[in-house]
């Protein structure tokens, strides 16, 4: 089971903008401040897990090699330290709840989705972490993962509804800038400003673009997980890959933001 990362809407109280000149940071200071987040870290331990999964699943070591056998105990102590930075996370999800903005019973019913979801899975693999690192019983752990993974996969699906919802929204707004450009083109005046919102707003649509691509990632191994890892879409190097791109994504996003 792997979390996502925070769902972002044009309501939510975390900025969504990227670091304006990222160019001009230090690399270190840069690398120090993104260390430091939760995320960060957690992230860049998923792409360690999901690349050593690959690995696996591609049979590019034979099982009989020791280095094999490593690598898959590797895989297994990483996911559930991860499961570590889970404590506690799902309060952001209360917090996104309550301060968003509801425009209609629509947006409403997609953020309790959404927030609700996500902040059930993120409350729910607590316990799946203290039944993994052994402070509680085992024996209701199968359950708790199964509930864990359909909050998910629910939370998944507010979440790509409400962001195809804001891609259609940044596209209106470009639109309407590229004619108030236009018309200053014709006019002869300067048009220096929407060139620059025009660039921003392009960022803000490839930034939500490449998050949609991200929760379908993560929604296909939430549906693996659900269905126990059966299907024509439960194939390990597909799922894998999945969780590599998802890692990708979510570690670009966090780096520019921070």
Known sequence: MEPKTSIVSSSSSKPSNPNPNPKNRDFLIHLEAYLAKRD??????????????????????????????RLKSFESSVGVSRKAFRLGKFVQDVN??????????EDLLLSILAYGGEGLYYFVEQFVWF???GLIDKKNLNSLQKI??????IGYIGSVSLKVKELSQISEDEQCLLSTREVSMIRGIGYADEEEKLRKLRLKKLMKRLSVIQDFADGLMALADISDGKGMLSAPLLLSSAGLLSALISTHKNWISC
Not at 43 to 57: D, F, M, P, Q, V
Not at 96 to 105: E, G, H
Not at 148 to 153: G, I, K, L, T, V
């Open 40 to 69: 960060g870290v957690d992230k860049l331990l998923k792409i360690s897990r999901y690349a050593s999964k690959i690995i696996l699943a591609s049979s590019v070591i034979p099982e009989s090699l020791r280095l094999s056998l």
């Open 96 to 105: 996104a709840l309550r301060s968003v903005n509801i425009s209609s019973k």
């Open 131 to 133: 039944g993994k690192a």
């Open 148 to 153: 864990s993974a359909w909050c998910e996969f």
